[in-house]
């Protein structure tokens, strides 16, 4: 009974695969294929059951027979190729079945492909299969084939598995496989192929198959298809773009060195060719190249790469071409850079530089300056490939710009100031915009300490030629040349490279230099006075910068120098100095000395903590002296900021004379130093101070925002985070008090001082502290000065949004200010009004709504567009209040 | 307006929206005097369709060269094209954007508001209408008109 059941079933699977197999061979019922697959998933029948089902298609007298019969086999192994037991027989099937009609070969080329996933192959197995499939399939003939045969082809290497996964196999067949690729692939046309055909090749060079002598021949087949010219048809079935392929082939032909002396003289002649896209493509393709440096050993090679190079660069047509041909350049010289010299060849490395200077030095030194940009564009690409390269460069260059520069400064200087006509001025215009290219391409290159070294003196020089004249004109343009020389400067100084040595080089020749020219300007009659402020802040800046990285002990001595020279008149350290000896800096009367005090703050404020400054005491009370005694604005400003710079950076516990000077308070403010009360109380009583009051106001504002110049991390001093709430809270409380005693005249300035204060603190302080001080803020919206109202007004912006129950209830006297304000004469404080009624229109407002419409109607015609377009937003608002439709 | 009326037309041509106006330097100026141009004007007339979820510029029904102002002769005249010549909504497009510029511009403007010549079947009729002071004034006592006047008019959030 069993047994008969048993017989059944089997007899039942036969009957279900037979079927299966009828309609999928004479039905032609594509999707029984699946079936099948999913048939011998589920175990109803197996593979082998499958195939004696198939007996009668496999061995048919019919081509296209056998062919369906293959084909449904290849299907359902491609979906069951897990662990087939019958792999070794179906191997030699497959095998066997190449040599059938061509018809054929398709669905077993498939069948095959999916035999090599299948696990346990035999050893041995992936080889033998391979060379069934060069043997067998003629590849003559297979070009003839349809294109689908080929694609199965291709697909068959393609397959990552196949090639991965037998790695030491493949490369014993070595040459011959690589011949037959080869042969397989000559004369392909289709896309989709030659995707394929690339990916292969590109698996054959990475995967380190030995090309033997087949090495000029894979190039060739596929280097034919350079440039790709592929346009995909509209509606393509296969999604192939140009892009891909370009990429696809780009891959193979950089991919090996072995293909750099073929490559080479091919991208140079499509270089020269006429057509765009092809020059844009070898100029990717050699930028992409990285190991071209091996043969390009060959001078004749590189002669010509740079000919063609530079021909587009210089006669360029399009800037992709121009800035690819950049690009290229820099590929190249970095590729030469990183290439190995052998003891009897020459440096290709300065062979091809050597070229390029050839050709471009000259550019830059002609006067019409039409080819100065593509050759400093051509220097620069390669200058920035790598240090050796700009190095070489750097020095052949750098004369000739220096001399450049010097010669148009000549000419400037031979004009004839009298002589005025529109083109000569244009000429100047032109140098001087030659002249600045110069500086900035200068300090674009001083990077390196020992370019720094060469450079600077040059910058300096400039610097102090621009004391030795006194034309009127010649100084409009060495106002603006100074200005850029100490902007080149501060930039160098900005980017160097920290190193001893570019320290040692900052502090032995630089700062000296600088301090001595700038003493000289002043001491000098020809004072040029119209960039003298200029001049000054980008002195300091510059300063500031180099000191911030200055090394330790250098920094220190440089420290102490300063200190010296301005304590104590000591010279001796400037160069070609013609001063006289103890000039009394600090204790000068004369303006114009008194303001060098700004250079002092740039050397010692900058200072690193650790840093002990020199004679500290001495040097405080002249300071203090001076931002008390002095009544040059910029003087007693540098002095207390340099003071307070001091003070910030002392050691904690050192006596402090007191001294109410708000740049003080804030050295201390900054990290809570307890003598900070005793000065904020002082500033606080100089608020009820008839004369000094709207200044201590003001102070307040210094106290609380950011310092750009000295008190900040940048230049190492001492800042304690949350200050600015610390300061509020200790502060408020006094403030209000203070404004109730005060008589009504003085009111303005706690106003002021207040309004100071909250505008710097963070929004989410604001908004939880303004309640308690609202009817001080709306006190201050209705005293006289512009200011108050600006930051009254931005602080109480952010606040409207989500009012507090205080400020409903006062919304009459608010409303009546607000309008009040649209008229002031600050176009900010109309705009922020504006703004703030336009808020307020989301407040139980309805009331209000007439009066504030014709007051609206006025702002609509302001002078300022900017004005009228927040009028036209609030008016807006206000009308859909209480309206249908609105709110 | 009824509830369940089918669009007029469902599937409008959307344009892109001129960006923001590039502020200069002499707007920032305290002493230069801003003359009120086209652009300001077009700046105003951000409205939303009534139909539609988006603003009259990006329907095209706004352009900035359809606009035209004089500041010196107080007169601006704004032509809009609807988006379909038998649009109903014409009069209350014309309506929105003929009160949202009285609202918007000063007093001593003339504003003219018409239909661009040749884009409306019933071109005559809608202008006369939006040219009548008294009717103008008359469709905004009617409260569900002022409704959709305002719906249009109040700035979308996003």
């Given at each position: 009974c069993q047994r008969s059941s048993y017989r059944d079933t089997m007899a039942a699977e036969s009957t279900l695969a037979l079927s299966l197999v009828e309609e999928f061979v004479s039905g032609l019922q594509d999707s029984k294929a699946k079936d099948a697959a999913k048939g011998v998933k589920d175990g109803k029948f197996t593979v082998l059951q499958l195939v004696e089902a198939l007996g009668s298609s496999l061995t048919s007298s019919q081509p296209h027979t056998r062919a369906r019969g293959v084909h449904l086999l290849s299907e359902v192994l491609q979906e069951c190729y897990g662990d087939l037991t019958e792999r070794e027989v179906l191997i030699a099937f497959y095998e066997n079945r190449l040599k059938d009609h061509y018809v054929v070969t398709p669905p077993v080329l498939k069948g095959l492909k999916a035999l090599t996933k299948c696990t346990n192959l035999p050893p041995g197995s992936a080889v033998s299969m391979l060379r069934s499939v060069f043997q067998d399939i003629h590849v003559q003939c297979l070009s003839q084939l349809c294109c689908k045969t080929h694609f199965f082809f291709f697909s068959f290497f393609s397959h990552d598995v196949s090639l991965l996964r037998f790695p030491t196999e493949l490369k014993g067949l070595g040459a011959d496989f690589v011949f037959g690729f080869v042969q397989s692939m000559d004369g392909e046309r289709d896309p989709r192929n030659l995707l394929l055909a690339f990916q292969i090749a590109k698996n054959l060079i990475h995967g380190g198959y030995d090309l033997g002598k087949f090495t000029e021949e894979l190039f060739e087949v596929t280097s034919c298809y350079f440039p790709i010219d592929f346009s995909p048809p509209p509606n393509d079935p296969h999604g192939i773009t140009r892009e891909e392929l370009v990429q696809a082939l780009r891959a193979v032909l950089t991919g090996t060195p072995k293909f750099a002396e073929f490559l080479l003289p091919l991208l140079i002649e499509k270089l020269d060719s006429d057509v765009q896209s092809a020059k844009l493509d070898s100029l990717q393709t050699l930028v992409r190249n990285s190991c071209l440096a091996v043969c390009l050993q060959l001078k004749q090679e590189l002669t010509g790469l740079w000919t063609s190079v530079r021909r587009e660069v210089f006669q360029t047509s399009s800037e992709k071409i121009e800035s690819a041909g950049l690009a290229a350049l820099t590929a190249l010289t970095s590729c030469l850079s990183r290439s190995v010299l052998s003891s009897d060849s020459e440096d290709s490395l300065s062979t091809f530089l050597d070229f390029i200077l050839k050709d471009c030095k000259h550019h830059l030194c002609e006067p019409d300056l039409k080819l100065v940009w593509p050759s400093a564009k051509l220097l620069q690409a390669a200058c920035s490939a790598s240090t050796r390269a700009s190095h070489i460069i750097t020095v052949a260059v750098m004369p000739s710009l220096l001399e450049q520069y010097n010669n148009r400064t000549q000419v400037i200087e031979t004009a004839d100031p009298m002589n005025q006509d529109q083109e000569e001025v244009s000429e100047l215009h032109s140098h001087h915009a030659v002249r600045q290219r110069c500086l900035s391409a200068l300090a674009a290159v001083s990077i390196q300490p020992s370019v720094v070294q060469e450079?600077?003196?040059?910058?300096?020089?400039?610097?102090?030629?621009?004391?030795?004249?006194?034309?009127?004109?010649?100084?409009?343009?060495?106002?603006?040349?100074?200005?850029?020389?100490?902007?080149?400067?501060?930039?160098?100084?900005?980017?160097?490279?920290?190193?001893?040595?570019?320290?040692?080089?900052?502090?032995?020749?630089?700062?000296?230099?600088?301090?001595?020219?700038?003493?000289?300007?002043?001491?000098?009659?020809?004072?040029?006075?119209?960039?003298?402020?200029?001049?000054?802040?980008?002195?300091?800046?510059?300063?500031?910068?180099?000191?911030?990285?200055?090394?330790?002990?250098?920094?220190?001595?440089?420290?102490?120098?300063?200190?010296?020279?301005?304590?104590?008149?000591?010279?001796?350290?400037?160069?070609?100095?013609?001063?006289?000896?103890?000039?009394?800096?600090?204790?000068?009367?004369?303006?114009?000395?008194?303001?060098?005090?700004?250079?002092?703050?740039?050397?010692?404020?900058?200072?690193?903590?650790?840093?002990?400054?020199?004679?500290?005491?001495?040097?405080?009370?002249?300071?203090?002296?001076?931002?008390?005694?002095?009544?040059?604005?910029?003087?007693?400003?540098?002095?207390?900021?340099?003071?307070?710079?001091?003070?910030?950076?002392?050691?904690?516990?050192?006596?402090?004379?007191?001294?109410?000077?708000?740049?003080?308070?804030?050295?201390?403010?900054?990290?809570?130093?307890?003598?900070?009360?005793?000065?904020?109380?002082?500033?606080?009583?100089?608020?009820?101070?008839?004369?000094?009051?709207?200044?201590?106001?003001?102070?307040?504002?210094?106290?609380?925002?950011?310092?750009?110049?000295?008190?900040?991390?940048?230049?190492?001093?001492?800042?304690?985070?949350?200050?600015?709430?610390?300061?509020?809270?200790?502060?408020?409380?006094?403030?209000?008090?203070?404004?109730?005693?005060?008589?009504?005249?003085?009111?303005?300035?706690?106003?002021?001082?207040?309004?100071?204060?909250?505008?710097?603190?963070?929004?989410?302080?604001?908004?939880?502290?303004?309640?308690?001080?609202?009817?001080?803020?709306?006190?201050?919206?209705?005293?006289?000065?512009?200011?108050?109202?600006?930051?009254?007004?931005?602080?109480?912006?952010?606040?409207?949004?989500?009012?507090?129950?205080?400020?409903?209830?006062?919304?009459?006297?608010?409303?009546?200010?607000?309008?009040?304000?649209?008229?002031?004469?600050?176009m900010s404080v109309r705009i922020a009004s504006l703004s703030c009624i336009s808020t307020l229109s989301h407040f139980p407002v309805l009331p209000f709504r007439a009066r504030v419409l014709r007051a609206l109607a006025k702002p609509l015609d302001d002078k300022k567009r900017l004005v009228r377009r927040e009028a036209v937003q609030a008016r807006g608002e206000w009308f859909l209040l209480g309206s249908p439709g609105g709110r | 307006m009824s509830e369940g009326t089918r669009l007029?037309?469902?599937?409008?041509?959307?344009?892109?929206?001129?960006?923001?106006?590039?502020?200069?330097?002499?707007?920032?100026?305290?002493?230069?005097?801003?003359?009120?141009?086209?652009?300001?004007?077009?700046?105003?007339?951000?409205?939303?369709?009534?139909?539609?979820?988006?603003?009259?510029?990006?329907?095209?029904?706004?352009?900035?060269?359809?606009?035209?102002?004089?500041?010196?002769?107080?007169?601006?005249?704004?032509?809009?094209?609807?988006?379909?010549?038998?649009?109903?909504?014409?009069?209350?497009?014309?309506?929105?954007?003929?009160?949202?510029?009285?609202?918007?511009?000063?007093?001593?403007?003339?504003?003219?508001?018409?239909?661009?010549?040749?884009?409306?079947?019933?071109?005559?009729?809608?202008?006369?209408?939006?040219?009548?002071?008294?009717?103008?004034?008359?469709?905004?006592?009617?409260?569900?008109?002022?409704?959709?006047?305002?719906?249009?008019?109040?700035?979308?959030?996003?």
């Open positions: 450079s600077t003196p040059v910058l300096l020089e400039v610097l102090r030629s621009a004391h030795t004249g006194n034309l009127a004109k010649k100084m409009l343009f060495l106002a603006s040349s100074v200005v850029l020389t100490c902007r080149s400067l501060q930039r160098i100084a900005e980017r160097v490279q920290d190193s001893e040595e570019a320290g040692r080089c900052f502090h032995d020749v630089f700062i000296p230099h600088l301090l001595s020219l700038a003493l000289q300007a002043f001491v000098s009659v020809f004072f040029f006075f119209v960039n003298a402020f200029d001049l000054f802040a980008q002195c300091r800046a510059y300063f500031l910068m180099r000191c911030v990285w200055l090394p330790f002990r250098l920094a220190g001595q440089t420290a102490s120098r300063a200190v010296s020279l301005f304590l104590d008149g000591d010279v001796s350290f400037l160069p070609d100095n013609s001063f006289p000896s103890h000039m009394q800096l600090l204790k000068g009367d004369s303006w114009s000395l008194s303001r060098l005090v700004c250079l002092l703050m740039g050397s010692v404020c900058s200072l690193p903590r650790s840093v002990e400054v020199p004679q500290i005491d001495k040097l405080l009370s002249a300071l203090e002296e001076m931002s008390c005694a002095c009544s040059h604005p910029l003087s007693y400003t540098s002095a207390a900021k340099c003071f307070a710079g001091l003070v910030n950076k002392k050691p904690q516990g050192d006596s402090l004379d007191s001294c109410a000077c708000p740049q003080v308070a804030k050295a201390l403010l900054l990290r809570y130093h307890p003598l900070f009360t005793t000065l904020t109380d002082k500033l606080f009583s100089l608020l009820d101070d008839a004369d000094l009051g709207p200044m201590a106001a003001d102070g307040f504002s210094l106290l609380m925002s950011d310092s750009t110049d000295v008190l900040n991390r940048a230049c190492h001093a001492d800042v304690r985070i949350m200050y600015r709430q610390r300061f509020f809270s200790e502060n408020s409380a006094k403030l209000v008090q203070g404004f109730n005693a005060a008589p009504q005249e003085k009111k303005p300035n706690y106003l002021k001082a207040l309004s100071n204060i909250v505008n710097k603190l963070p929004k989410q302080v604001q908004v939880t502290e303004l309640p308690a001080l609202l009817s001080l803020l709306l006190e201050a919206l209705s005293c006289p000065d512009q200011d108050i109202h600006l930051s009254t007004l931005s602080c109480l912006e952010p606040v409207l949004v989500n009012p507090p129950q205080v400020l409903i209830q006062q919304l009459e006297a608010l409303i009546n200010r607000l309008l009040a304000l649209i008229s002031s004469p600050a | 007029e037309n469902a599937n409008p041509v959307i344009f892109q929206r001129s960006g923001e106006r590039v502020q200069t330097a002499s707007e920032e100026d305290e002493d230069v005097h801003d003359p009120i141009d086209d652009r300001e004007i077009f700046d105003i007339l951000s409205i939303n369709d009534p139909e539609h979820p988006l603003s009259l510029e990006e329907l095209n029904v706004v352009e900035q060269v359809r606009v035209k102002v004089n500041d010196a002769e107080n007169t601006v005249g704004v032509e809009f094209t609807p988006t379909i010549p038998h649009c109903s909504m014409a009069t209350l497009i014309g309506l929105s954007i003929k009160v949202k510029l009285l609202r918007s511009l000063p007093d001593r403007f003339k504003i003219d508001v018409c239909i661009t010549p040749g884009t409306h079947a019933s071109e005559e009729a809608v202008n006369k209408q939006l040219a009548d002071k008294e009717r103008v004034a008359a469709a905004l006592e009617n409260a569900s008109l002022l409704e959709v006047v305002n719906q249009c008019l109040s700035t979308r959030s996003i």
